[in-house]
Each structure stands twice: as structure tokens, then as C-alpha cells.
T-cell receptor, first 113, second 116 residues
């Protein structure tokens, strides 16, 4: 069955520190992978996506993610976190021939000044 | 602004009632998705329409139904409401990304439903 696991429900980092949010997926075919961010009271906004090709993808707001097929992972990273990055982050998986995006349960990021 | 419009933003109703949530997709997007976000269940896919036809179904209860109209707006109907239906309901739209890929989802700001 298709699934996405985000093992960290909450993460707290200091402003300026590096960040890595974990995402593991289970998918029977080549996955399409996404990271979305949700600020309080807002809808979800796409940070980045992976369809094929280079396994390191760059997104908006200085985020990047690396697809590792052998580990079924698509972890999100940022070298230096800003206070405005405090939000909830969702990993999602889809794929060719399916129109169902499966979302993880989210990781809530808190940034300390 | 994602270009996806959802109404109403907030809705409070009683158990047993019926409500309709409305979604207008981004201009040109043919696909509309409905998701339910609750604290204990995360973001759950409910249903997807493409150009007026149901394309995929997720964990949608029989008490819930949806449709997409010729002008591409969509409505999600929730009936015989229960306390557990209280949640944030998101609509998202997408176009095609080529090669039969699902396109990027653009989310509305959601409709917060409270069932008392």
C-alpha cells in the first residue's frame, strides 16, 4: 500500500541552524515526491517536487530535498533556518497513472530566536 | 494567493445537519481534489474530479458526496454530520505537468467546519 511516514511530529531548531525533516515513503512504482508547507491559517504551498532525473532538487525559500531510492526517503533540508520558516511541513507521494496524492502526517517546525 | 477559492471559510453547524462546501479552481485547471485535515488523521484524500468526472476516490464516507460542474467549480456535500466530521476541508486544483504526470497541487485556504 502507498504510504508516507514523517517520523518527527515536532522539531525545534534555533534560528540560523541547519534543518533536516525526514520523509519515508512506500510506493510500488517510480514515485513522484513533493514537499508542501502550511503556515497557520493558510493552505498548503509547494516547496519542491521530484519527478525524475537529478536526485537533489532545489525548491523555493532556500529548501532542497534529496531522493534516495535505496532508502525510500525524500528528506527536506535547509542550511540556515529563518524565524519565518516556522510552519508545518508535509511530504507527499504520487505517481504515474495515479491521481491520488498521499500525504504524511506532517512535521511542525518551531524556530527559536 | 494560490488562485483556488473556497467558501465558506468557517462554518458552525449541529449534528445531523447537512452542509455544502464550494471550491473554484485556478483558471484553466481541470482537476479538483478534496482533502480533510483533522488533528488525529492528518491530511486525508477524499476524492478527485477531472473535467467533471470522478477520477479517484479515497477515504470518503458514504455520507459525503462531491461533484464538479461544467464551469469546473466543485462542491463537497457533507450530510448527517457527526462531531467527528469537524475538520478543515481543503480543495486543491492542478493542471497537467506533461507525460501523464500529476501536476502541482494548488491549495485553497480551506473551510473550517465545526460540528456541535
Amino acid at each position: 500500500a502507498q504510504s508516507v511516514t514523517q517520523p518527527d511530529i515536532h522539531i525545534t531548531v534555533s534560528e540560523g541552524a541547519s534543518l533536516e525533516l525526514r520523509c519515508n515513503y512506500s510506493y510500488g512504482a517510480t514515485p513522484y515526491l513533493f514537499w508542501y508547507v502550511q503556515s497557520p491559517g493558510q493552505g498548503l504551498q509547494l516547496l519542491l517536487k521530484y519527478f525524475s532525473g537529478d536526485t537533489l532538487v532545489q525548491g523555493i525559500k532556500g529548501f532542497e530535498a534529496e531522493f534516495k531510492r535505496s532508502q525510500s526517503s525524500f528528506n527536506l533540508r535547509k542550511p540556515s533556518v529563518h524565524w519565518s520558516d516556522a510552519a508545518e511541513y508535509f511530504c507527499a507521494v504520487g505517481g504515474p497513472g495515479t491521481y491520488k496524492y498521499i500525504f504524511g502526517t506532517g512535521t511542525r517546525l518551531k524556530v527559536l530566536a | 494567493d494560490s488562485g483556488v477559492t473556497q467558501t465558506p471559510k468557517h462554518l458552525i453547524t449541529a449534528t445531523g445537519q447537512r452542509v455544502t462546501l464550494r471550491c473554484s479552481p485556478r483558471s484553466g485547471d481541470l482537476s479538483v481534489y478534496w482533502y480533510q485535515q483533522s488533528l488525529d488523521q492528518g491530511l486525508q484524500f477524499l476524492i478527485q474530479y477531472y473535467n467533471g468526472e470522478e477520477r479517484a476516490k479515497g477515504n470518503i464516507l458514504e455520507r459525503f458526496s462531491a461533484q464538479q460542474f461544467p464551469d469546473l467549480h466543485s462542491e463537497l456535500n457533507l450530510s448527517s454530520l457527526e462531531l467527528g466530521d469537524s475538520a478543515l476541508y481543503f480543495c486543491a486544483s492542478s493542471g497537467l505537468a506533461g507525460e501523464n504526470r500529476p501536476g502541482e497541487l494548488f491549495f485553497g485556504e480551506g473551510s473550517r467546519l465545526t460540528v456541535l
